[in-house]
Every structure is written in structure tokens, then in C-alpha cells.
């Protein structure tokens, strides 16, 4: 969602707080600003638009003396995309900037008790009535900080904010509320911010910032309090272990592309140090305290559930423990019947997806614990589960996932082993099996990637005019066909539609015509005869098939794709990447913004 950055030391703050944003482009935004105070002043310059917008204005603006600034970069969820409603926002006086990201639900009370008081607030603006709350409270605290609390004990919703004052020039105050916030400390310097890369290249020392903190940092100071009675809160510093070559392009033409052909990596890193090669066995410490459940429900959002609903054919399979999974936003709102033995998994990229973090909460009410799977360390959901399991697929820059579901299928796969061993439900020549096969994963996905790519820009080229997509498949390829047909929406921008291959007569196929081509999952499994009779059934209505495949099987098709074979839920390793790449491909061919598709962002963390 939107960007924050807020910086306090002894650098030129502006364009420091400039090469923040740009940092976190990746989340998505229309709009974007800077507050700085300088000789005396406190400014504001916003933009509508990207990055460069901004720059423009600035470069008329002196501010190369400023050593504190604060800068966002904004995707609506309150207002339309405009510069009147970008960030940062004045307080009537003039003496408070402030950057928002979250949304406050009780807005409109706070602004008709403002609205009494004779303060005026644009319609649209919810962020100015914290930011006029702020200056009415400093008319009754003492300091600035009792006077931000004051305000945001009033506010309800989702928050991480950021203020600067005209007459504490290099002070920056902050906190957070169920969305992501984090504090950067350096030598001489201090940084806030909504994600670690936007001060990477100058420290990577960091304290995660809990719910219902408040923070206030100059350069050579900082201290975390509890909002509720600004007491004093003990935090840790902890190191990361990121370097900024991980957020680079590295010869890629574009971050989706980069991580695409990252996996290799990703699937060896993941299971490194959770495989024990000599007894075939799986190794994950972070699990040892919970019981395997008597049922597994499978929480999460978007490619996040379709990951979800992959797991369930291994875990049902190997582990033999039922699973039920849902969709974030639909499981919070409904009475969900959790039994005693009952577990929740909630997975999350960025571990801060507010209705999965939701569902975590409302799964822990009801006395069941959870267990969070997610990329980011030190995010809401790896603090707030029970036990949390790290996919280790290091930052992800591109909005649309790729390697993030890679690492959660290869982390979902080590679970159903691991359970499987203490279930005793699968042999050890069938576990030794597995391992052997995801221990061979990298080298045969880094080998065969390629070829898959030249395939794919070869599909595009003739496909890329078509207006809609079917993409089908069969039992775990079901998952990976609608994970195919979201990739391809997300963005080319072409409307596709994922199916179970047997639902296509019941109803869908009544869809397929010559320019209504379908994508279809054909492997070698035991399933591939029913496939190929789905297959026959598009081709009699004239409709064209790309067929994803393995070596040796018959098909006649217009464009048979031959992949590398995997045995069982596995070969998902080698799909999954070749649904991306053409995905990637037809976007590209299309001249579309790969990277940071229009209306998206890459962490959903309000409602």
C-alpha cells in the first residue's frame, strides 16, 4: 500500500527521503510528497503521479539544508488519486505535516467535533483530521508527543504515521496501528518507515515497531512508548540480513522477470538446514511445540490461497490431515466452527494482509492456534501467530507475487512431510521419494528456465491480442490454473478465468469460441485422460488450446508446451514458472507497467 519514510540525522533529508520512495515503488502508489523544514518554514511539496512529478517541483524548491524529512507515496483507499488529497497534509496553522497510511474509520465524527471547533478539512482528506486533531491537543498537552497521543487514542482503524513540527525541526514523531511500521537506526541518524528497503543502503539495524506504539527520533536519539500511557517500551535492535543487491534488477528487464528466475534459488534456500539428507527426514523446530491438528484450516488472499489450496492435495495425501482452506475476507465474517484440535495456517507475503491478519486474530479469540507462513520477518502475522514459518524468499519488489508462492509451496510441501513423519502416514522409501525430488528441483528448474522463457515469448506474440483466457486444470493443477488465469489479469490486463477442467460443462463452456483460446494443465499423472477429453471438448466448439505438458504424451493441440516431468504435486515447480513466464511475456509484448500494474499494490493492508 502506501510508502512511508521519515529520516533524522545529518544527510541532505530531501532527496534522501526521495531515494526512499523510490525504494518502495513496489507497493503500488498514485501519488507521492515530502515535508522538510527549512530556514524557519515548513513545507509540503506533493505531486500527483510517479516519482519524477515530484522531483520536478522540487528541483524549483531549495531544500538542500533540511537534515529531517518525511515522504509518502500514496495509493487511495480515501479520496481519488489527486495531488489536493496526496501526502503530506497541513494542520490549518500551518505548524504540523503529517503522512498517513490506513484508513480512519471514525473519521467523520472526529471531523464534525473539528468542524465545531471552526476547523476546516477537505471532503475527501481523513488524514487532516488527525493532523488537526494533533494541533487541537497541543492547545491542551504540554508537548507534542502527549498531544499526538492524545490524538490517536481518539482515532480508530488502521494506522502507520508520521509527524514533523515547524518548531522541532529535527524531530520526527510516529506509530502504528495493524499496519506496518518499522524503525531504522543508524549513526547520527534515525529512519522510520512502512518496509526495510527504504533505508537499506544506510543501516540495516532495525526495531520492529508493535501495535499501540509511538515512537519520537532525532539523529542522535529514539524512543519507543506505549500509546496507552506513554510508558517506556523495551525494544531490541535486531540486524537484518538483506544487502540492496537484492532489490536490484540485475540485468533483468523488469523485478518480475528477476524473481521469476529467481527460484531456483528460492526452492534450495527454503529448504536449507530444514532437510536432513542422510536420514530423509524434515527438520522444522518451529513446529515441534503444536500438535499435528486434527483438521487444518487454511486461511489467505489471493496467490497466497491459491498456494493454500495446493497444499491441501499433499497435506490431505501425505499427512492425512483433512484441510479446509478460505478466503481471508470471507472466513473473518462468518462464525467459524473451529474445533478443540482445530489449527489455522495464515499466509501472507508481507505478513501484514490486514483481512488475514484479521482471521488470525478472530482464529486466536476463539482459543485455536495458529500458525503463520510468511516472507517478512518481524511483520504483524509472524508476531502475532502462535508459531510462524519463514519462506525465506527474500524481498519481492514486483507487484505481482512469483517466487513468494514458489517459497510458500516448497515450505507447505516440508509441513506435510514433516507431519507425515510424526503421523507415520507415509513410508520412508515414499518421504526419502519427495525429498529426493525437491532436493533435485533447482538444478532441473535452473536448466529447463530458458527454454520456457523462449516458449513463452513465442505463445505470447501469437496470443497476446486475444480478449479472454480459459485456463484449466485437474485436481492440485486446479490451483495452478487459477493462479495461471490471475497472473495473466494481473498484468496484461486480459480478462482469464481459471476452472476446474470437469465444471467447463457446466456452463463455462458455453464461452468458447475461435478467438477464446484456453490454456490447459495436461500432465503426466493419472488424470491426463480426463484432461485430454476436457481438451477434445473445446477443440469441438473450434476453441484454440495451448497445452502444458510432459514428454511422451499424445496430444493434438495448436500449440503444445513440453516442460520437464516431475512426479506428482511436485511437477506444480515447473508450471508455475512457465504460467508466469507467459504471463510476463504477453504483458511485456503489450507495452503494459509489469512491474506496478494499474490499481494494485503489493500488501493489502486495509480492508
Known amino acids: ?62 531544500n538542500t539544508t533540511a537534515t529531517a524529512a518525511m515522504g509518502h507515496t500514496r495509493w487511495a483507499t480515501h479520496g481519488i ?99 506496518p511500521l518499522i524503525l531504522g537506526i543508524g549513526t547520527g541518524e534515525n529512519f522510520v518507515a512502512s518496509d526495510i528497503p527504504a533505508f537499506l543502503p544506510y543501516t540495516r539495524d532495525v526495531v520492529f515497531l508493535e501495535d499501540g506504539e509511538i515512537v519520537r527520533a532525532d539523529a542522535n536519539r529514539w524512543q519507543v512508548l506505549r500509546l496507552a500511557d506513554l510508558s517506556v517500551a523495551d525494544k531490541r535492535i535486531q540486524h ?68 493454500g489450496l495446493w497444499a491441501r492435495h499433499i497435506l490431505e495425501s501425505w499427512a492425512k490431515v483433512p484441510v479446509t482452506v478460505e478466503i481471508a475476507s470471507e472466513f473473518r465474517y462468518r462464525d467459524a466452527l473451529l474445533g478443540k484440535n482445530d489449527m489455522v495456517m495464515v499466509i501472507s507475503q508481507s505478513g501484514e494482509t490486514a483481512d488475514t491478519l484479521a482471521a488470525l486474530r478472530m482464529a486466536r479469540d476463539k482459543g485455536v492456534q495458529v500458525i503463520g507462513l510468511c516472507n517478512v520477518v518481524g511483520s504483524s502475522i509472524a508476531r502475532e501467530s502462535s508459531a510462524v514459518v519463514y519462506t525465506q524468499a527474500g524481498p519481492e519488489i514486483s507487484v505481482a507475487s512469483t517466487k513468494a508462492m514458489c517459497s510458500q509451496m516448497v515450505v507447505l510441501a516440508l509441513i506435510a512431510l514433516s507431519w507425515a513423519q510424526r503421523n507415520d502416514t507415509l513410508s520412508q522409501a515414499t518421504r526419502a521419494q519427495m525429498l529426493h525430488i525437491l532436493r533435485a ?52 490486463y486480459i480478462h482469464a478465468e481459471g476452472y476446474a477442467s470437469g465444471e467447463m460443462k457446466h456452463g463455462p463452456i458455453a464461452l468458447v469460441d475461435p478467438e477464446f483460446p484456453t490454456f490447459a494443465l495436461a500432465l503426466d499423472d493419472e488424470l491426463f485422460p480426463k484432461v485430454k477429453s476436457n481438451i477434445v471438448e473445446v477443440q469441438a466448439r473450434r476453441g484454440k488450446i495451448i497445452a502444458l505438458t510432459n514428454p511422451g504424451l499424445e496430444l493434438s493441440v495448436d500449440h503444445s508446451w513440453v516442460i520437464p516431468t516431475v512426479q506428482g504435486p511436485l511437477s506444480a515447480f515447473l508450471v508455475l514458472p512457465a504460467l508466469q513466464l507467459f504471463s510476463y511475456e504477453v504483458a511485456e509484448y503489450l507495452g503494459k507497467d509489469v512491474d506496478q500494474p494499474r490499481n494494485l499494490a503489493k500488501s493489502v493492508t486495509v480492508e
Open 1 to 62: 500500500m502506501c510508502g512511508i519514510i521519515g529520516y533524522a540525522g545529518h544527510r541532505p533529508a530531501v532527496p534522501l527521503a526521495v531515494e526512499g520512495l523510490r525504494r518502495l515503488e513496489y507497493r503500488g502508489y498514485d501519488s507521492a510528497g515530502v515535508a522538510f523544514v527549512q530556514n524557519g518554514e515548513l513545507h509540503t511539496i506533493r505531486a500527483e503521479g510517479k516519482l519524477a512529478a515530484l522531483e520536478e517541483k522540487l528541483a524549483t524548491c531549495p
Open 81 to 179: 488519486p489527486a495531488e489536493r488529497n496526496a501526502h503530506p497534509h497541513l494542520s490549518n496553522d500551518g505548524t504540523l505535516a503529517i503522512i498517513h497510511n490506513g484508513i480512519i474509520e471514525n473519521y467523520q465524527e472526529l471531523k464534525n467535533d473539528l468542524l465545531t471547533l471552526g476547523y476546516t478539512v477537505a471532503p475527501d482528506a481523513e488524514t487532516e483530521v488527525l493532523v488537526n486533531l494533533t494541533a487541537e491537543g497541543r492547545k491542551q498537552h504540554a508537548s507534542l508527543l502527549d498531544a499526538f497521543a492524545w490524538a490517536l487514542r481518539q482515532a480508530h482503524g488502521a494506522y502507520a504515521v508520521c509527524v514533523m513540527a515547524k518548531d522541532e525541526p529535527g524531530v520526527l514523531y510516529a506509530a502504528r496501528l495493524a499496519a
Open 240 to 307: 537484518i540480513q538483506w544487502d540492496m543487491q537484492a532489490a536490484q534488477k540485475g540485468g533483468f528487464k523488469h523485478f518480475m522477470l528477476k524473481e521469476i528466475f529467481e527460484q531456483p534459488r528460492v526452492i534450495a534456500d527454503c529448504m536449507a538446514g530444514r532437510v536432513d539428507e542422510a536420514r530423509n527426514t524434515v527438520a522444522l523446530p518451529e513446529l515441534d511445540a503444536l500438535p499435528v491438528p486434527d483438521r487444518l484450516h487454511i486461511v489467505a488472499c489471493g496467490t497466497s490461497y491459491h498456494s
Open 441 to 492: 528441483l533447482p538444478a532441473q528448474l535452473e536448466t529447463a528456465l530458458p527454454m520456457m522463457h523462449d516458449t513463452a515469448q513465442q505463445l505470447a506474440r501469437t496470443y497476446a491480442k486475444a480478449r479472454s483466457f480459459f485456463y484449466l486444470g485437474r485436481g492440485h493443477c486446479y490451483p495452478l490454473a487459477l493462479e495461471g488465469a490471475l497472473k495473466l489479469k494481473e498484468i496484461s
